[in-house]
């Protein structure tokens, strides 16, 4: 796979795997409004998955459309950063995960929505108003959960220990962002983790919340290093395509 | 979806109302006029028709669970998200129905306790499993289909809450019910496999199908009363007929066979004859005895009980946040 093709396919995924992750909870969230919003935002990232796998296998031309891609391919192949994969947990968790993920989709695709290349900033444009909302509903939750009782502060705390080693990979950057900024596809998202650290920061204050202590970063999902999660999430997923191959549904 | 008439076994209470009062509500119904939340109201509509909106918002919330079994291992992007979309258009379901019972004075949180407590009911038929994905294909056409049946007429309801609630969910209704049918039409061209596993899902839904319009009519005793209120406008006869109706030339315009040796064309009556519907199978079922009613109340149970503390933090932090607010004027 030539390097745009990567750079759509590890968009693409990230996006996937994290709208799979949140439709896990559809029908047992916390309360009626939250099963709606968490829907909500598990649609828009299997929307904007759809997009950027069928442009990757496009720009792959090897006849992979979204769908191949999305269901036809093992954990190594896979490019999504390890967040994503992150099991939900409790809620706190879920929204841990959220609010790092949502503030870093909702700086790259502002960015990317004034790419030179049209396919990447027009799917980048329309996804930046639903990240967004995502990343003003995680900031809400993490204030209310962080500034909410005793209870509910620790499991917030817990929940951004958990996933706080994840963040630093979202920002790195390799050979296929460079290329793709080469070529007027990519954003520089080295560039971003500022700004990301100042809209954490000011959520975090709010909330009465410290800043998780500084974590070895782990990384590795864009080169198909993954967590043990992974696998399971897939075998799941991919059940009725492995199960009946070549069946169109 | 909607929920199963399942008063059966019930008479109304008899309260005494103020003659006169009573006189003029049952010529404003009798006129087709709306009733609205602050009108006076006998004191059994009141309650016939929390226990209906109740049970109808219910059964949204517990139909999420079979159809969000498959939306993980939906087959492809599109039929993910569009199944994402319809379990979460339930929900929506249920939070206009709550709200259109909350103002008749009972609170969501009653409601849910009702729920969890075993004491309200929701539609028998979510208490069948979802075992392959033709039975998300079975749903929105069956279920969804029946629940059309019954929601339509109830866009002219006489309460005006909860008729104008079945406008907007009648509209999304419709929506269900072809994609489901467009699901089985795909597995019907399929290939044998899918084709078996369409069968098999019409053969598992077909009978549970025809329960959700209730018992007959002849054992239906708050029938007329409904009607008369017109809080029901056909009876549960009349409307499974017509699902019969309907249904039967859907499936075989795509091959599938209903699973009734006794289902034959009557040019008489203009009309499907068909199969008695095993009524001890649903008794069985409304007192929560189906195959996975335990299950289901089990995850709404779970939802709740692991959701008290997020409901807790947000009241807290709501309260703080106006506490301050009250501070800083």
Redesign the interface.
């Known amino acids: 796979m030539d390097v745009i093709a990567t750079y759509a396919l590890r968009l693409g995924d990230d996006s996937l795997i994290l709208g799979q992750r949140l439709s896990e909870w559809c029908g047992h969230a916390p309360a009626l409004e939250v099963d709606l919003s968490l829907a909500n935002i598990a649609l828009d990232q299997v929307g904007q998955a759809t997009h950027f796998l069928n442009l990757a296998g496009e720009l792959e031309g090897k006849g992979r459309d979204g769908d191949a891609l999305a269901f036809r391919r093992d954990v190594m192949d896979f490019t999504n950063c390890l967040l994503v994969e992150q099991p939900n947990g409790d809620f706190a968790q879920t929204i841990a995960r959220q609010f790092l993920f949502s503030h870093y989709q909702a700086l790259l695709f502002e960015q990317m929505a004034a790419v030179k290349d049209t396919r990447f900033a027009a799917i980048a444009a329309k996804a930046a108003k639903e990240v967004a909302y995502h990343a003003t509903l995680a900031s809400d939750w993490v204030i209310r959960l962080g500034d909410g009782t005793d209870e509910s502060k620790a499991r917030m705390v817990a929940g951004l220990a958990w996933v706080w080693r994840f963040a630093d990979e979202l920002f790195a950057m390799d050979a296929a962002d460079a290329a793709a900024i080469e070529a007027g596809a990519g954003v520089d998202k080295s560039a971003l983790r500022g700004a990301w650290d100042s809209r954490v920061d000011a959520v975090l204050a709010e909330a009465t919340l410290a800043r998780p202590a500084p974590h070895r970063a782990t990384t590795g999902g864009r080169i198909g290093r993954h967590s043990e999660h992974l696998g399971h999430l897939l075998s799941e997923m991919q059940f009725l395509q492995r199960a009946y191959p070549g069946a169109t549904w | 979806m909607y929920t199963t008439d399942m008063s059966g076994n019930k008479k109304a209470e008899v309260v005494a109302e103020d003659p006169e009062e009573l006189a003029a509500f049952e010529a404003r119904v009798a006129n087709d006029e709306f009733i609205e939340p602050k009108d006076w109201m006998p004191e059994a509509y009141r309650k016939t028709l929390v226990r209906q909106m109740s049970q109808h918002a219910h059964s949204e ?1 517990v139909g ?2 079979p159809e ?1 079994n498959w ?11 569009i199944l ?2 319809k ?2 258009d339930e ?2 379901h ?2 206009y129905l ?1 709200a259109a019972a909350e103002t008749l004075g009972t609170s969501r949180d009653e409601m849910t306790e009702a729920l969890l407590s075993g004491k309200a009911k929701y539609s028998t038929i979510f208490n069948y499993p979802t075992l392959t ?1 033709a039975d998300i294909g079975a749903i929105g056409w069956l279920v969804d289909g029946a629940a059309i049946m019954n929601q339509v007429p109830l866009q002219r309801t006489s309460y005006g809450p909860y008729a104008r609630a079945m406008v907007r969910i009648c509209k999304e209704e419709s929506f269900h019910q072809r994609q489901g049918y467009e ?1 089985m039409m ?2 019907a061209v ?2 044998p ?2 084709k078996r596993m369409a069968q098999d899902a019409l053969n598992r839904w077909w009978w549970p199908s025809l329960m959700m319009f209730g018992p007959p009519d002849e054992k239906s005793p708050n029938t007329a009363q409904s009607m008369r209120w017109r809080i029901k406008r056909d009876t549960n006869d009349e409307l499974r007929q017509k699902f019969v109706d309907i249904t039967v030339p859907q499936a075989e315009a795509i091959g599938l066979t209903v699973p009734d040796d006794k289902l034959k064309w009557n040019e008489e009556r203009g009309a499907y004859d068909f199969g008695e519907v095993d009524w001890e199978e649903f008794a069985a079922v409304v007192r929560g005895e189906g195959p996975v009613a335990k299950e289901r109340l089990q ?1 709404r149970q ?2 709740w009980d ?9 009241r ?2 709501a309260e ?1 946040r106006a506490n301050a607010k009250v501070a800083a004027e």
């Open positions: 919330i999420m669970l969000g939306i993980s291992r939906a087959p492809n992007l599109r039929r993910k998200a994402l979309a379990v979460q929900g929506g249920g939070l709550y994905w699901i795909h597995l399929g290939t496999e899918q995850a779970k939802a692991d959701g008290a503390w997020v409901r807790e933090a947000a807290v932090h703080k």
